[in-house]
């Protein structure tokens, strides 16, 4: 995750400060989409992969700034390829996976 800070100067360059840099691991890998930011300025998305080593299926993550002015990770959730993978729920978080569909073994329901 980097943030680009404008320049100081007109016509001068912008500056990618990293902001968190994810393992692939447990914190999740390649972040997907774009990010959500509460009123307290923590940001909120999702990776494609990382998570549970046996899926790789990939987490929500948020990132909070610490108070020695970096940002700390943690893990809202980890998709584990079922149902929750594939369909939203109601819930104060929303974002998108697209890639769980074709992980996941579970049926989408079908709508009468």
Avoid at 29 to 37: T, Y
Avoid at 63 to 74: D, F, I, N, Q, Y
Wanted: neutral net charge; proline residues 7%.
């Amino acid at each position: 995750m980097f943030e680009l800070l404008p320049p100081v100067q007109a016509g001068g360059a912008w500056t990618e400060m990293v902001l968190y840099s994810f393992t692939g691991m447990a914190d999740g890998g390649i972040p997907l989409a774009g990010l959500a930011m509460d009123r307290a300025g923590n940001l909120y998305g999702t990776t494609s992969e990382g998570g549970v080593a046996a899926c790789n299926c990939g987490v929500v993550f948020k990132l909070a700034r610490s108070s020695g002015g970096g940002w700390l990770e943690s893990v809202l959730h980890t998709f584990t390829g079922g149902p929750e993978s594939l369909l939203p729920k109601p819930a104060s978080c929303y974002t998108t996976a697209p890639y769980m569909a074709r992980r996941s073994k579970a049926a989408a329901p079908s709508r009468a």
